[in-house]
């Protein structure tokens, strides 16, 4: 591969990561808007993010924290 492929490919490459991060800003300030409208409507945003994490998580995986925490929590009398 010539140096001059080699160079364009790479500008190519780095632009396409530029791209993709403007587009992941994007989306990061729309998601930004949906907590701030939910907030306005009432709703718990911090308690929505931890939904959203937790509907993320496989089935299995949640029960074992839930259990751990529940564990957690009884040792600690909370």
Same mark, same amino acid.
């Given at each position: 591969?010539? *140096? ?6 790479? +500008?190519?490459?780095? =632009?396409?990561? =530029?791209?993709? =991060? *403007?587009? #992941?800003?994007?989306?990061? /300030?729309?998601? +930004? /808007?949906? !907590?701030?409208?939910? #907030?306005? +409507?009432? !709703?718990?945003?911090?308690?929505? +993010? ?5 509907? #993320?998580?496989?089935?299995? /995986?949640?029960? *074992?924290?839930?259990?751990?925490? =529940?564990? !957690? ?6």
């Amino acid at each position: 591969m010539s *140096e001059s492929v080699a160079a364009d490919e790479l +500008r190519l490459l780095i =632009e396409r990561v =530029e791209r993709l =991060e *403007e587009e #992941k800003k994007g989306i990061a /300030d729309d998601i +930004r /808007d949906v !907590y701030s409208e939910a #907030k306005s +409507r009432g !709703y718990d945003a911090k308690i929505m +993010r931890q939904i959203v994490r937790l509907r #993320k998580m496989e089935a299995h /995986d949640r029960q *074992e924290m839930d259990a751990i925490l =529940e564990t !957690y929590r009884a040792a600690l009398n909370v």
